[in-house]
């Protein structure tokens, strides 16, 4: 049960008193898990969507409010107004989940709208007073307004909201034309995207072994799905724009993130204790040759084939993938390489049929290769599937 916890799996309170109730656990046990993990009957998630909802309509509403009536409001009362709505949000998530009442999911459904509040607040000053010199100056505003907020109140949905903004403040930061990281118009913020990835998952790993190891699954998760989904456009044929190692402060952009990524990644993947010492080797290496392969990129040439090497190399990658998922009883680990598998099979295809007069034979091979490996890919997935259910060793 531990483990399960551990790995992600969410435990429901009817599950753990069914534990109690098989003589599994103790009624000591018992209470201090629902007491520790902050469970409640499964009937207090009706309640969680009900406030969730109620507590945006009636923020929808005030903004409609307020906004019919815009031109006529004093700039004092806009900006005092956005701040009793954010004040009123965490305050009524501290109310709703104080001592006796414990409606934790609505209390981290407010808190959660208080943060994107503040947000709201920020734009709102910067609307008032002109603000718009650097517009991504405002997200990093806001994510030095909320970074501590997921630590504090042990919110894996604020966690996740900072990884978001996170991202898209690199994201604008890198294409604005005036941030001093920006990476020029040859597409180089797409490894730099890629790379954040890889630092979540290697933050991820590091967090399994802290305090906070219930927010490992979900980085874990967010950051193998940057790192697929934006290294994956290096596989395509339109990729072809011409080497830009960049200028001036940007040209250390890639660089560093490859050093971070590097070393969060050999810190965390000795903490992969579902791994093997050979498969942790393994699978630290596959993650450090993504690195080198993203971090070269920005000094590739035009036509040296690259788009070849990353598709092999991203193939390898998803299929390593998925066998660690498959040891580390992870399904999102498994589905999300599953689907790259086949994206990069499809990508291939296409490049194929676009280079290549006659591809029959080629059609056939890959054909039977991929309906013989999706038959055992669904095998194992199902197995994985029916383990995870049943809590199984």
């Known amino acids: 049960m531990a483990l399960s916890l551990a790995k992600g799996k969410t435990m429901k309170h009817s599950e753990i008193k069914k534990l109690q109730a098989d003589g599994f656990?103790?009624?000591?046990?018992?209470?201090?898990?629902?007491?520790?993990?902050?469970?409640?009957?499964?009937?207090?998630?009706?309640?969680?969507?009900?406030?969730?909802?109620?507590?945006?309509?009636?923020?929808?509403?005030i903004i409609l409010l307020v906004s019919a009536h815009w031109d006529e409001i004093p700039r004092a009362v806009k900006i005092a107004l956005g701040l009793l709505l954010m004040l009123g949000a965490h305050g009524g998530a501290l109310w709703v989940g104080g001592e006796g009442r414990?409606?934790?999911?609505?209390?981290?459904?407010l808190h959660l709208l208080g943060s994107g509040l503040f947000l709201a607040n920020i734009a709102l000053v910067g609307q008032i007073y002109n603000l718009s010199s650097h517009p991504p100056n405002a997200i990093l505003i806001w994510l030095a307004g909320i970074v501590a907020l997921p630590w504090i109140l042990r919110s894996k949905a604020q966690h996740l909201l900072v990884l978001l903004g996170l991202g898209v403040w690199f994201a604008w930061e890198t294409s604005d034309r005036t941030g001093v990281l920006y990476l020029g118009e040859s597409g180089n913020q797409i490894p730099a995207?890629?790379?954040?990835?890889?630092?979540?998952?290697?933050?991820?790993?590091?967090?399994?072994?802290?305090?906070?190891?219930e927010f490992?699954?979900?980085?874990?998760?967010?950051?193998?799905?940057?790192?697929q989904m934006f290294a994956y456009p290096l596989t395509l044929e339109f990729w072809r724009s011409a080497a830009d190692h960049g200028s001036g402060l940007s040209g250390f952009v890639?660089?560093?993130?490859?050093?971070?990524?590097?070393?969060?990644?050999?810190?965390?993947?000795?903490?992969?204790?579902?791994?093997s010492r050979q498969w942790r080797w393994t699978w630290g290496l596959a993650l450090a040759a993504a690195i080198a392969l993203?971090?070269?990129?920005?000094?590739?040439?035009?036509?040296?084939?690259?788009?070849?090497?990353?598709?092999?190399?991203?193939?390898?990658?998803?299929?390593?993938?998925?066998?660690?998922?498959?040891?580390?009883?992870?399904?999102?680990?498994?589905?999300?390489?599953?689907?790259?598998?086949?994206?990069?099979?499809?990508?291939?295809?296409?490049?194929?049929?676009?280079?290549?007069g006659t591809t029959g034979l080629m059609f056939v091979v890959s054909g039977l290769f991929l309906i013989i490996f999706g038959v055992f890919l669904e095998k194992k997935r199902r197995t994985l599937m029916r383990a995870i259910k049943t809590n199984a060793p």
Request: charged share 15%; aromatic share 12%.
């Open 102 to 109: 414990g409606y934790h999911k609505t209390e981290e459904a």
């Open 294 to 356: 993203l971090a070269g990129y920005p000094y590739r040439e035009r036509d040296w084939g690259c788009q070849w090497f990353a598709t092999l190399a991203l193939f390898v990658i998803s299929l390593l993938q998925i066998h660690v998922g498959l040891d580390e009883r992870s399904a999102s680990y498994v589905n999300l390489g599953v689907a790259f598998v086949a994206l990069h099979i499809i990508s291939t295809y296409f490049r194929l049929v676009y280079t290549m």
């Open 254 to 275: 890639i660089p560093v993130m490859s050093l971070v990524a590097l070393g969060l990644l050999a810190l965390g993947t000795s903490r992969l204790r579902g791994l």
């Open 25 to 61: 656990i103790t009624s000591e046990q018992c209470s201090q898990i629902i007491e520790r993990y902050g469970l409640k009957e499964d009937g207090g998630r009706f309640l969680a969507i009900i406030s969730t909802i109620g507590s945006v309509l009636v923020a929808a509403g």
């Open 216 to 227: 490992s699954p979900a980085t874990e998760s967010i950051g193998l799905l940057a790192f």
């Open 193 to 213: 995207l890629a790379l954040l990835g890889l630092s979540y998952l290697g933050f991820g790993y590091c967090l399994r072994a802290s305090g906070f190891a």
